[in-house]
């Protein structure tokens, strides 16, 4: 079963941009959240297997990068055991090297909330991972929440798509987030845990999709949140690129 310390890593999403949003709520700060669906149940619309030119799905070897769509760069490596593609505008920080603070900086945080962030960050530094935000979509919300990715791998030993699903959902409701769709997806020669699912707190309504690809060793997890509406094509495109390295 996920570690529960990591599931502040997984809702780090709906801390960002919401300043106090996540800091005096216990039910975030003391737990970790993982997500799921039961195998059967079917999902529409799923991510478009087809969108990356020339990636086809269940082939390839299982650690060759995606064809990076046009106007999108590829983030993380090796050190971080996860790479994946997201628009070249996005701000990204390799949090296994890059400077924390000018990096936040950058992406339009500032007071309360670049302190928020600061914090909920440094768990994901001590994981070796990687942090992008959307710089535009701050000024765009009206919450001033960031549309981002975090991504991280989490050692241990692999379990079932199906077990992962069961028990991630079941921490998610735990935490009174609303499981909007879950399910399998293949993403080059992997099967991969999917969910969409919807969380409020102190008035922000943030929408998630996780990504959770197993490895022979490990676990690599992606989760990208916003509280703008129209952002699941994007979402479902980033993900078609994501690569356990």
């Not at 670049?114 to 909920?120: D, F, H, T, V």
Request: aromatic share 4%; net charge neutral.
């Amino acid at each position: 079963m996920p570690e529960r310390h990591h599931v502040t890593m997984i809702l780090l999403g709906l801390c960002l941009g919401a300043g106090t949003a996540c800091g005096g709520s216990p039910a975030v700060t003391d737990t970790a959240a993982v997500p799921v669906r039961d195998p059967g149940i079917e999902r529409s619309p799923g991510p478009r297997q087809s969108a990356t030119p020339g990636a086809t799905p269940g082939t390839g070897s299982p650690g060759s990068a995606a064809p990076v769509p046009e106007g999108f760069k590829r983030i993380g490596g090796p050190a971080n055991g996860v790479t994946v593609a997201v628009p070249e505008e996005w701000v990204a920080l390799d949090l296994t090297k890059d400077d924390l603070d000018k990096g936040l900086k950058s992406s339009g945080l500032s007071g309360p909330t670049l302190e928020q962030a600061k914090k909920s960050l440094q768990t994901l530094v001590d994981n070796n991972g990687i942090w992008a935000s959307d710089t535009d979509s701050v000024k765009t919300s009206r919450n001033g929440f960031p549309t981002n990715l975090n991504a991280f791998c989490q050692a241990g030993r692999q379990i079932s798509t199906e077990q992962l699903l069961r028990e991630t959902r079941s921490q998610l409701e735990q935490l009174n987030a609303k499981v909007i769709e879950t399910g399998k997806v293949r993403i080059g020669s992997r099967e991969v845990a999917r969910l969409v699912y919807s969380f409020e707190t102190d008035g922000v309504n943030v929408r998630g999709t996780q990504y959770y690809v197993p490895v022979e060793d490990r676990t690599c997890i992606v989760t990208l949140s916003t509280d703008t509406g129209g952002k699941q094509e994007l979402f479902d495109r980033i993900g078609e690129t994501i690569r356990p390295v």
